[in-house]
T-cell receptor
């Protein structure tokens, strides 16, 4: 069974500082990888995903993530934090098998606070 | 397009009551799912559907029923509410085949069971 671990349930950064949110997965076969963001009192929306090809993936709002197979990681970064980035971020995985019913397994989430 | 809509936004139930959480999407998506979100636990899959007339259980199905009579609608029924079902419930949908497709989420229903 696959699982997702997000290190750090709360991360605080200063405005303009680097954002680094960590995600590691456990799966016998490298899965599809996703980052979703949830703003207060809203549903989740997709930031970016890795399916195949280039391992550095760029997403919306200046975020990017790099798939590292050797480290089973998919960390999310942004060079310069903005106040509007304050939200909860979820890493998620889904199996690559053709019979998959598109089920997502989510990490427990990281709450990002941006300090002025 | 309205995307994925959920009603109600908030609901308070007493233990033992039943209710239905509504979910609709106007994107003609085949796949729909229900998740519950609890603090520190991320989102957990309750039930999902790969098309009209086809449903299956997710990770935490006990105490919930679903049906999918149309492509657009995917209601979630709580049969006899329990305090452990206090949570935020999200409906999601996605297009086409494969597990790599983006899922689109509704705004959520915040349920409290007393």
């Amino acid at each position: 069974a696959q699982s997702v671990t997000q290190l750090g349930s709360h991360v605080s950064v200063s405005e303009g500082a680097l954002v680094l949110l960590r995600c590691n997965y456990s799966s016998s076969v490298p899965p599809y990888l996703f980052w979703y963001v949830q703003y207060p009192n809203q549903g989740l929306q997709l930031l970016l995903k890795y399916t195949t090809g280039a391992t550095l993936v760029k997403g919306i709002n200046g975020f990017e993530a790099e798939f590292k197979k050797s480290e089973t990681s998919f960390h999310l970064t942004k060079p310069s934090a903005h106040m509007s980035d304050a939200a909860e971020y979820f890493c998620a995985v889904s199996e690559r098998s053709s019979g998959s019913a598109r089920q997502l397994t989510f990490g427990s989430g990281t709450q990002l606070t941006v300090l002025p | 397009n309205a995307g994925v809509t959920q009603t109600p936004k908030f609901q308070v139930l007493k233990t033992g009551q039943s209710m239905t959480l509504q979910c609709a999407q106007d994107m003609n998506h085949e796949y729909m799912s229900w998740y519950r979100q609890d603090p520190g636990m991320g989102l957990r899959l309750i039930h999902y559907s790969v098309g009209a007339g086809i449903t299956d259980q997710g990770e935490v199905p006990n105490g919930y029923n679903v049906s999918r009579s149309t492509t657009e609608d995917f209601p979630l029924r709580l049969l006899s509410a329990a305090p452990s079902q206090t949570s935020v419930y999200f409906c999601a949908s996605s297009y086409g085949g494969g597990s790599y497709n983006e899922q689109f989420f509704g705004p959520g229903t915040r349920l409290t069971v007393l």
